[in-house]
């Protein structure tokens, strides 16, 4: 007989055939979905890059428009595509591109600088380009006033063929680019065009950034921080440039005043206490601080104690927290053209105008001067950098009304037990005797005061070991590595808040996150 | 002549053997089936899961205050603790000012505003000065229009449906003790036959923002 020889090949050919329908099928189902879920990783990429873009412009920020000199925006462009160098941060003040005006409210921004098509070092395989933009608002040529808007774009890669999610709700929530991008979007794809194909993922996020100043504190510490050891040492504010808030002649009004504030803050940057996550990062030691006291960390959130401030006797516990974090970085001296060598014979430093400031170099120490005064009706500045100690033995600073004395010391302070701008032909105003300790790595320097006295002055010194005597009253600001107070005694420090807005930028903090999710 | 063919026993040998063959592809099928829709699901909740996350996170990163309505109305800051939307219990946050209109049918709905300073702060406004923040309450309620219970997410007065069919979709969020970051933690219970299990994603998300409330 003859056998169907055929029927068995096409039984397998048949059942195949079924299988590979049903293969199909499965993998036409699940697909997608795979396709979706890369497709959310590349959108929470997209929000990261973008977030790295802003890190980065905040670096630059921080090498380029901290301290005196304007420094090169290396990497950055201008919209045409031209490289930014020497001093953009001028060149952006200068180049005011939109003024509003109306209601007597006047709004600034400069033009934008760029980084164009940044491609960031991939933590997956997708491809992402990040474009930044930014922006100088209010630009002045005043350091004070360097705000920042940042915008930065990331766009990810999707996978190469365009899924539209099956559920709706993901597509108006997620906005992919699937076959053609967005007008908006192509607005914010500054200089050469992005070279992320289609389809692919954009996402916006800005910042807006403000400076940190010198002496925004009553007490800022970068190690140590220990208060005076008597119940009758303290911390308080007061402003000199409110009669309502000090004496008639501005001075501090003395602890008891009813026109004495509470806004003496102290902060120390230390991350974590010797030998553990928490325990002292203050010791407050029985004095009374009228403002915050706050740590970078060092306190149990399981707890109800705060294990950060030890001592705290005398504070407001609802005053004391543990979320401060303020970098502290070193100032340098500006590099004037013109230098002068101090005056001989004890002779009085001859001020500048404000837009042209005297500079004086003194090679060694210096002790006990004074500054003249401006012409009347006129603001006078005076800068003096002291490569040596400034050490006043005998005698006082004495800073006019009319002038602001900026002073770069490299070597140590100390002021013994002599008052410091308060006598008579002294201003008594902190603002107006501005002392920056400058870094003389590895050596670490000191600001000393040995017996009772009162000083009007702003002192900030990253590398400073600031030790006052317990009588002392510092009527101002102190910002320096270290603080504390040495004998016992009823001084303090007392904070002028009209120093808010004094002195260079020393680092920069961002004050509003949003994302742009209507683009 | 004798004709070949099969015998009886044959016949009923082979059926059966059909039978159990057909049988067993039949229910291998069916299985497929439900696995199938098993999967698609947990696909969809997970991807709603998934989405309702990320919009209460996008949120939590850029506001500037947060605060709990309870069922009773009651509006509480939220600085520690846990809030479960639903039940009436709603989350709220204040979102900075940073578009020129909050109408969807506004030609600037998406325009953003400038950068402008008060004092020594810095902010989003424009000429007549710095814009007051903008109000977005997040809940799970019954939409009519949908016919279901849902999440939603209220911009000002304009309202979005985040999660449709969302009754076994549950949300809470748990502030940090330090006030700075929240964990939101989503869950569903699976449809699948016979035993439910939670299925439970959470994200960790940093306040970018200085709060404001």
Not at chain 1, 68 to 90: H, S
Not at chain 1, 325 to 346: D, F, N, Q, W, Y
Not at chain 1, 493 to 519: C, K, M, N, T, W
Request: proline share 6%; hydrophobic share 40%.
């Amino acid at each position: 007989m003859k056998h169907p020889r055929g029927s068995t090949l096409f039984i397998t050919l048949l059942t195949l055939s079924a299988l590979a329908m049903l293969a199909a099928f499965t993998l036409a189902k699940i697909a997608p979905r795979f396709r979706i879920a890369h497709q959310n990783a590349a959108w929470q990429e997209a929000r990261i890059a973008a977030e790295g873009g802003i890190d980065a412009a905040m670096a630059d920020i921080l090498r380029n428009a901290t301290g005196q000199p304007a420094g090169t925006w290396t990497g950055w462009k201008d919209r045409t595509g031209a490289a930014a160098t020497g001093a953009v941060l001028d060149t952006t003040v200068r180049a005011v591109a939109s003024v509003l005006t109306s209601l007597g409210v006047t709004v600034e921004t400069s033009n934008p600088i760029v980084l164009d098509n940044v491609r960031l070092p991939a933590t997956s395989s997708i491809t992402t380009e990040v474009d930044v933009q930014l922006w100088g608002v209010r630009p002045t040529g005043d350091p004070r006033s360097r705000w920042f808007r940042i915008r930065s774009m990331a766009t990810c890669a999707l996978p190469p063929a365009a899924y539209q999610a099956p559920e709706a709700l993901d597509s108006l929530f997620r906005r992919f680019s699937l076959r053609s991008v967005r007008p908006q979007l192509q607005q914010d794809d500054v200089g050469t065009p992005c070279a992320v194909p289609l389809p692919n993922i954009s996402r916006i996020v800005e910042a807006l950034v403000e400076p940190i100043e010198p002496f925004e504190l009553a007490v800022w510490t970068d190690r140590t921080l220990s208060l005076g050891s008597t119940g009758s040492w303290g911390v308080d504010s007061y402003d000199s440039s409110d009669v309502a808030k000090s004496n008639a002649d501005g001075t501090y009004p003395g602890w008891l005043n009813v026109k004495t504030q509470e806004n003496g803050s102290i902060g120390n940057n230390a991350g974590r206490p010797a030998g553990g996550i928490y325990g002292e990062l203050i010791a407050a030691n029985g004095a009374r601080v009228r403002g915050d006291v706050a740590t970078n960390g060092g306190d149990d959130p399981g707890t109800p104690a705060q294990e950060n401030v030890t001592g705290a006797i005398a504070l407001d516990t609802a005053r004391v927290r543990s979320d401060f974090c303020r970098e502290m970085k070193p100032l340098v001296r500006p590099t004037p053209g013109l230098v002068l060598p101090p005056p001989l014979l004890g002779l009085p430093f001859l001020p500048g105008p404000e837009l042209a400031p005297t500079h004086y170099l003194v090679a060694g120490n210096l002790g006990a001067f004074s500054v003249d005064p401006a012409p009347l009706g006129t603001e006078g500045v005076v800068v003096i950098m002291i490569n040596g100690d400034l050490n006043v033995v005998a005698g006082t600073i004495a800073i006019p009304d009319n002038v602001t004395a900026q002073i770069y010391v490299r070597g140590n302070i100390h002021f013994h037990g002599n008052s410091i701008n308060a006598g008579a032909g002294s201003c008594k105003r902190p603002a107006r005797l501005q002392i920056y300790g400058e870094d003389s790595s590895p050596a670490l320097q000191t600001l000393r005061t040995d017996a009772p006295s009162t000083i009007y002055a702003a002192f900030y010194g990253p590398t400073f070991e600031a030790q006052l005597d317990g009588n002392t009253h510092w009527c101002g600001a102190i910002a320096a590595r270290a603080f504390s107070t040495a004998g016992g005694g009823g001084g303090g420090v007392h904070f002028d808040e009209a120093l808010r807005g004094i002195g260079p930028p020393v680092s920069f903090r961002i004050v509003r996150y949003v994302e742009d999710v209507r683009e | 002549m004798k004709r070949a063919g099969f015998t009886l026993t044959e016949m009923i040998v082979s059926l059966a053997a059909s039978v159990i063959l057909i049988a067993g592809l039949l229910l291998g099928a069916v299985g497929l089936q439900r696995t199938l829709h098993d999967n698609e699901t947990f696909a969809t909740s997970y991807a709603d899961q998934r989405r309702v996350i990320d919009v209460v996170s996008r949120d939590l990163r850029r506001a500037i205050g947060l605060s709990i309505i309870d069922s009773g109305g009651v509006s509480s800051p939220f600085t520690s603790g846990l809030v479960a939307v639903g039940d009436g219990t709603a989350l709220v946050f204040a979102l900075p000012a940073y578009y020129q209109s909050n109408v969807p049918t506004d030609p600037t709905y998406d325009k953003p505003l400038v950068a402008v300073t008060t004092g020594e702060r810095l902010s989003y406004g424009d000429v007549g000065g710095v814009k007051p923040e903008v109000p977005v309450q997040f809940s799970k309620e019954f939409v009519a229009a949908a016919n279901c219970v849902c999440f939603v997410r209220k911009e000002a007065d304009h309202s979005a449906i985040v999660v449709r069919d969302a009754a076994e979709l549950f949300l809470k969020v748990t502030m940090a003790a330090d006030g700075r970051s929240c964990v939101v933690e989503a869950w569903f219970r699976s449809q699948a036959r016979g035993v439910k299990p939670v299925i439970s994603t959470y994200d960790r998300v940093m306040l970018r923002n200085i709060r404001t409330d």
